[in-house]
C-alpha cells in the first residue's frame, strides 16, 4: 500500500502537532509536518524555537537584523 504525499500525515485519522510560540506561549494545533504557514523558527544554540504570526510580525527588523547580507 502506497502512502499518500506528504507522507500521509494528513489524513482523518492523523493526529495534530501542537506548536507553541517560543515568546509568547500561542499555540497551534495543525495536521501538517511543521507549523502554520505564518509561523517563524529559528535555531539558538541547536534548539529550535517556534515564534507565531503576531511575534514574528512585531519582531521582524530584529529577526532581519540577525540574518548574515547575502539573506537579503
Do not use: K, Q
Not at 502537532?17 to 523558527?41: H, I, K, N, Q
Amino acid at each position: 500500500m502506497e502512502s499518500p504525499p506528504g507522507g500521509g500525515d494528513e489524513g482523518p485519522d492523523a493526529e495534530p502537532r501542537r506548536f507553541v510560540c517560543a515568546r509568547c506561549g500561542t499555540s497551534a494545533d495543525v495536521l501538517t509536518e511543521g507549523p502554520p504557514l505564518t509561523w517563524t523558527y529559528s535555531v539558538e544554540n541547536g534548539v529550535r524555537h517556534h515564534y507565531c504570526e503576531s511575534c514574528s510580525r512585531e519582531n521582524l527588523r530584529s529577526i532581519e537584523g540577525r540574518l548574515d547580507s547575502d539573506w537579503w
